[in-house]
């Protein structure tokens, strides 16, 4: 599978992102303080969404990695990158501090998510009154031995959405994707494919109705 290294403008600043597939049905993928667009595809991620039939795309954050930085608060800068991007609707994957740039976007613009998977990011305690707004899929992706981020709020997150999910990655750190990227790529790569079957893509079946599995707790074994 290629993977694309491309920077555009952004508000006038340049923003580096790497892509992978030429589907409709497209995840981005954001990353922790530490680490940078670079990361998603060491861990295979970019090419096991790629190769799963999916558009892959990880962003090098403003000021992180390729990319300049941003004059623009990090709560509203996710939308102008999905514009530039011409990314319509997206699930959106992020990792740790990623959560402050995501969770504007998916409680003002719901419009534009699919699906929201949270890798242990910071963020929900902060929008907790308002997460209920969140009527697309969510899943909560925790490492088992994550020392970061509790657990307390992977479980705060799922309880408070219509549509939620947590697995825990056994053995798994608060980068879990590093920890164990086979497991946390097979994780993903099933939550995307709900996000994009059935009417809209709203986490459906093909006979529209909820998928009752979303609701539920994994430890994988």
Sequence with gaps: MNIES?????EGKAVHFLSAGA???????????????????????????????????????????QSA???????RILGSILDALEIKAAVIVAASFSGWYAF?????????VRGFVSAASRGIRKYQAYLQRLTFPVLALWGEKDDLVPMENADFLTASVPN???IVIPGGTHASYLSDPER?????LEFVTTCFIGPGGAG????GKPNADLSTETRMS
């Design 23 to 65: 589907s409709a049905d497209t995840i981005v993928l954001l990353h922790g303080k530490s680490f940078s667009a670079d990361t998603w595809r060491k861990t295979g991620t970019i090419t096991a969404l790629g190769e799963a039939g999916f558009r892959a795309v990880a962003v090098d954050l403003p000021g992180y990695g």
């Design 6 to 10: 491309h920077v555009i403008p952004v």
């Design 164 to 166: 939620g999910r947590k």
């Design 104 to 112: 504007p976007l998916l409680l003002e613009r719901p419009d534009r």
């Design 184 to 188: 946390f790529n097979q994780v993903l």
């Design 69 to 75: 930085p941003s004059e623009k608060r990090e709560d």
């Design 204 to 207: 459906t079946q093909s006979s």
